[in-house]
């Protein structure tokens, strides 16, 4: 998987023998980064656009369907490539669109969102979601490049840049505690101002952990730390039809996930607060309450890393170090949950 800037797009592009070009979009990447991605082309006439709406309710098997339709309506044969311009939902459901079109057709992932291009761009993970449970439809398939153009997050509302901050606090969190330290330094304001420093370094980070473990036997699990309790989250409020978005959910689920952690005397306490104050200067804490424990822990058990049923947790030893495969019990989890209402 090369990782390259947008502008090497023809030279990129002119060395993949290809018989039609396709472009994915949502509403807001036709509108906000298509025009740019068209100009850089030097064939821009020969681009077939396909778009779905966006959100992540439209994370779907049924927006899938109707891409799937389209591309047999023109004609995409093995030879076909799909460039997925957008955020993570583009880049998830577009992914696992090209990787089952015919057996499988090469895609190129543009991310225009701060998460497409710390995290969900690369990696190869695709799915869609079933219902509210999130990404239970999916694979692994790598896209042929990543080509990165920061600019576009000129565009992005707030909130977006928020969620993508989130992801980024992780990859300090798990891996980093100089970058936890530099970007816990920063304050909401600042961050449309991000550093590309940053996110390079975030992208290191994530590169080199799918290289030791790209299917996720074991390593890659660190990837996920906030996430078991982030998806639960972020699928309860999709059933709520709030917005609650990605990177916020696991920034949210990163904070409990925190706590679980110190319960068990593996993270000190003055960690745990750190990790609280600094999560909880940009996430507002969310309103949950005792009712929504069971419908969460329902969502946790769908988690892909679990086993008989018991939810397999990423835990951190400290700021910076994570250890996988913590089998936690119910009882464990809802304490955790309840120490968080009651922050
Ligand atoms: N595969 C992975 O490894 C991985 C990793 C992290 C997250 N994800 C997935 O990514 C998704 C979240 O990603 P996201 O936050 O990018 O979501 P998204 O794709 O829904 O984008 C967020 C919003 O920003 C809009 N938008 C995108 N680019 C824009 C731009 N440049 N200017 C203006 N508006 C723009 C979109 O239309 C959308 O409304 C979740 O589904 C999550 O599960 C996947």
Same mark, same amino acid.
């Given at each position: 998987?090369?990782?390259?800037?947008?502008?090497?797009?023809?030279?990129?592009?002119?060395?993949?023998?290809?018989?039609?070009?396709?472009?994915?979009?949502?509403?807001?990447?036709?509108?906000?980064?298509?025009? =740019?991605?068209?100009?850089?082309?030097?064939?821009?006439?020969?681009?077939?656009?396909?778009?779905?709406?966006?959100?992540?309710?439209?994370?779907?098997?049924?927006?899938?369907?109707?891409?799937?339709?389209?591309?047999?309506?023109?004609?995409?044969?093995?030879?076909?490539?799909?460039?997925?311009?957008?955020?993570?939902?583009?880049?998830?459901?577009?992914?696992?669109?090209?990787?089952?079109?015919?057996?499988?057709?090469?895609?190129?992932?543009?991310?225009?969102?701060?998460?497409?291009?710390?995290? $969900?761009?690369?990696?190869?993970?695709? $799915?869609?979601?079933?219902?509210?449970? =999130?990404?239970?439809?999916?694979?692994?398939?790598?896209?042929?490049?990543?080509?990165?153009?920061? &600019?576009?997050?000129?565009?992005?509302?707030?909130?977006?840049?928020?969620?993508?901050?989130?992801?980024?606090?992780?990859?300090?969190?798990?891996?980093?505690?100089?970058?936890?330290?530099?970007?816990? &330094?920063?304050?909401?304001?600042?961050?449309?101002?991000?550093?590309?420093?940053?996110?390079?370094?975030?992208?290191?980070?994530?590169?080199?952990?799918?290289?030791?473990?790209?299917?996720?036997?074991?390593?890659?699990?660190?990837?996920?730390?906030?996430?078991?309790?982030?998806?639960?989250?972020?699928?309860?409020?999709?059933?709520?039809?709030?917005?609650?978005?990605?990177?916020?959910?696991?920034?949210?689920?990163?904070?409990?996930?925190?706590?679980? $952690? &110190?319960?068990?005397?593996?993270? =000190?306490?003055?960690?745990?607060?750190?990790?609280?104050?600094?999560?909880?200067?940009?996430?507002? =804490?969310?309103?949950?309450?005792?009712?929504?424990?069971?419908?969460?822990?329902?969502?946790?058990?769908?988690?892909?890393?679990?086993?008989?049923?018991?939810?397999?947790?990423?835990?951190?030893?400290?700021?910076?170090? $994570?250890?996988?495969?913590?089998?936690?019990?119910?009882?464990?989890?809802?304490?955790?949950?309840?120490?968080?209402?009651?922050?």
């Amino acid at each position: 998987m090369k990782i390259k800037a947008l502008e090497t797009i023809n030279d990129s592009l002119n060395l993949l023998t290809f018989s039609k070009l396709f472009v994915l979009v949502d509403e807001n990447t036709k509108r906000f980064c298509l025009p =740019k991605l068209l100009s850089d082309l030097s064939n821009p006439q020969e681009v077939i656009i396909l778009e779905i709406a966006s959100g992540e309710s439209n994370k779907t098997i049924h927006s899938c369907l109707e891409i799937w339709k389209k591309l047999s309506h023109y004609q995409a044969d093995r030879k076909s490539i799909l460039i997925n311009l957008g955020g993570g939902v583009i880049s998830d459901l577009g992914g696992f669109v090209a990787s089952s079109f015919k057996r499988g057709i090469r895609f190129i992932n543009i991310p225009s969102t701060l998460i497409g291009m710390v995290d $969900a761009a690369f990696g190869g993970k695709t $799915a869609v979601n079933l219902h509210a449970a =999130k990404n239970q439809i999916g694979n692994f398939s790598k896209p042929e490049m990543v080509l990165i153009e920061k &600019s576009f997050l000129e565009s992005l509302p707030e909130e977006h840049l928020l969620s993508g901050f989130g992801e980024m606090l992780k990859y300090g969190l798990i891996l980093d505690n100089d970058l936890w330290k530099q970007l816990g &330094s920063l304050n909401r304001r600042e961050l449309d101002q991000i550093d590309s420093a940053h996110i390079h370094r975030c992208i290191e980070l994530k590169m080199s952990i799918v290289e030791q473990d790209y299917r996720e036997n074991g390593l890659r699990k660190i990837l996920n730390f906030g996430h078991t309790i982030g998806h639960a989250l972020e699928s309860l409020f999709l059933e709520k039809e709030k917005t609650l978005h990605h990177g916020e959910a696991v920034a949210h689920g990163m904070i409990i996930e925190s706590i679980i $952690a &110190s319960h068990k005397g593996l993270l =000190k306490n003055n960690e745990l607060e750190e990790i609280s104050q600094v999560i909880l200067s940009f996430f507002p =804490k969310l309103t949950i309450d005792t009712n929504h424990l069971l419908p969460l822990l329902n969502f946790m058990r769908q988690d892909k890393k679990n086993e008989n049923e018991v939810v397999n947790f990423t835990l951190l030893h400290s700021i910076g170090k $994570a250890h996988i495969d913590y089998f936690i019990e119910k009882d464990e989890i809802f304490n955790a949950i309840d120490d968080y209402i009651h922050l």
